[in-house]
């Protein structure tokens, strides 16, 4: 990383930039007479000159990024900036572009064509076309950067129109699938997992907002028999009452003394409910598969409107709700409109 500091000459204010010079591996130093602004923009062209060996070169249109060298800047961006499972999805995406490229090539050598053709490709991987659109925001995101470093003028994502997305189908359980999961758990004999497995049921929580570090025992208000959600999508925590099941079993675990009251690790849950799954032979489900189950009961049972459910589950807007159980709602709707057969 370069420095920079101000100082005061017969000439007026100006800023000396230190970085170390990529040929010699020395401590070099440049003065500079501009406004401080102006001096910022070069102190970050040196970095980036400096970080990629090109050091020297004034001319910017003979300077040629490779994507590794881009992704390398990008990815300590990420790790300065972003969460952990922001990062693990970029780089799910990242393998999968370079595959496409087939090897490294120039950042300005990457096109609209190039970005739609990786789009067609994905699709025709059976990937969903909301995974495309996640893959394609990512993209976007590092192209923005490659703009913001001055390793391109424009971005070519922006010319890419993400996939439009198709008819959302939930995959929640069956009253019967429910009772099979519990039945494999138990015998099993692994009553920490149940007592998981039975909380996301009956909160309708993302995996990680029952995971500590964001569900600690600070969420939990045993007083007034509420837990607090630490939303993981940028949305406002929320409150869960705590009925008799989810009472109980986080008493039971306050009581055995554990620092905090679920201390899986992420994806050893996702894994382990896989596990159940089959031994259960529950098909097409998976951990967010509970999540929904929570939603889809509240609605077909009537216990709950499609606003309550919407506040519970923390969905930025009713419509996201909408979309999800847009079937049940239905039904719903039919059932009610049906019944005034027996009213009138």
Same mark, same amino acid.
């Given at each position: 990383?370069?420095?920079?500091?101000?100082?005061?000459?017969?000439?007026?204010?100006?800023?000396?930039?230190?970085?170390?010079?990529?040929?010699?591996?020395?401590?070099?130093?440049?003065?500079?007479?501009?406004?401080?602004?102006?001096?910022?923009?070069?102190?970050?062209?040196?970095?980036?000159?400096?970080?990629?060996?090109?050091?020297?070169?004034?001319?910017?249109?003979?300077?040629?990024?490779?994507?590794?060298?881009?992704?390398?800047?990008?990815?300590?961006?990420?790790?300065?900036?972003?969460?952990?499972?922001?990062?693990?999805?970029?780089?799910?995406?990242?393998? =999968?572009?370079?595959?496409?490229?087939?090897?490294?090539?120039?950042?300005?050598?990457?096109?609209?064509?190039?970005?739609?053709?990786?789009?067609?490709?994905r699709l025709g991987k059976d990937k969903t076309a909301a995974t495309v659109s996640i893959e394609l925001r990512v993209l976007? =995101?590092?192209?923005?950067?490659?703009?913001?470093?001055?390793?391109?003028?424009?971005?070519?994502?922006?010319?890419?129109?993400?996939?439009?997305?198709?008819?959302?189908?939930?995959?929640?359980?069956?009253?019967?699938?429910?009772?099979?999961?519990?039945?494999?758990?138990?015998?099993?004999?692994?009553?920490?997992?149940?007592?998981?497995?039975?909380?996301?049921?009956?909160?309708? =929580?993302?995996?990680?907002?029952?995971?500590?570090?964001?569900?600690?025992?600070?969420?939990?208000?045993?007083?007034?028999?509420?837990?607090?959600?630490?939303?993981?999508?940028?949305?406002?925590?929320?409150?869960?009452?705590?009925?008799?099941?989810?009472?109980?079993?986080?008493?039971?675990?306050?009581?055995?003394? =554990?620092?905090?009251?679920?201390?899986?690790?992420?994806?050893?849950?996702?894994?382990?409910?896989?596990?159940?799954?089959?031994?259960?032979?529950?098909?097409?489900?998976?951990?967010?598969?509970?999540?929904?189950?929570?939603?889809?009961?509240?609605?077909?049972?009537?216990?709950?409107?499609?606003?309550?459910?919407?506040?519970?589950?923390?969905?930025?807007?009713?419509?996201?709700?909408?979309?999800?159980?847009?079937?049940?709602?239905?039904?719903?709707?039919?059932?009610?409109?049906?019944?005034?057969?027996?009213?009138?």
């Open positions: 990383m370069a420095t920079i500091k101000k100082i005061n000459r017969d000439k007026g204010p100006a800023y000396i930039i230190g970085f170390m010079h990529p040929d010699t591996n020395k401590w070099t130093t440049r003065t500079v007479y501009c406004t401080q602004a102006d001096a910022m923009k070069i102190k970050s062209q040196i970095e980036a000159d400096v970080a990629f060996g090109r050091f020297g070169l004034e001319n910017d249109k003979k300077r040629k990024y490779l994507w590794s060298q881009l992704l390398d800047r990008y990815k300590k961006y990420s790790k300065r900036n972003k969460s952990q499972k922001t990062i693990d999805r970029e780089e799910f995406v990242f393998k =999968a572009f370079k595959i496409f490229l087939g090897g490294d090539v120039y950042v300005n050598e990457i096109t609209a064509e190039t970005i739609g053709n990786y789009k067609q490709k976007r =995101a590092v192209f923005n950067k490659a703009v913001e470093w001055k390793y391109i003028t424009k971005n070519p994502a922006n010319d890419v129109k993400l996939p439009k997305s198709e008819d959302i189908t939930v995959r929640f359980l069956t009253r019967n699938e429910v009772e099979n999961l519990i039945k494999a758990i138990k015998d099993d004999n692994n009553i920490p997992f149940l007592r998981l497995v039975l909380a996301y049921l009956h909160t309708g =929580a993302r995996r990680n907002e029952l995971l500590d570090p964001q569900f600690t025992w600070e969420s939990v208000n045993f007083d007034e028999k509420k837990i607090m959600i630490n939303g993981v999508k940028g949305e406002n925590n929320r409150y869960i009452p705590l009925n008799k099941v989810l009472f109980d079993i986080l008493n039971e675990i306050k009581k055995e003394g =554990a620092p905090v009251p679920f201390s899986f690790k992420p994806y050893f849950v996702s894994h382990k409910i896989s596990e159940y799954y089959t031994t259960a032979k529950i098909t097409g489900a998976n951990l967010h598969s509970l999540r929904k189950t929570f939603g889809s009961r509240l609605i077909q049972e009537g216990k709950a409107d499609l606003y309550v459910v919407s506040r519970l589950l923390g969905h930025k807007s009713l419509r996201t709700t909408e979309r999800y159980y847009v079937d049940l709602i239905s039904a719903n709707y039919k059932q009610a409109v049906e019944s005034l057969e027996d009213l009138m």
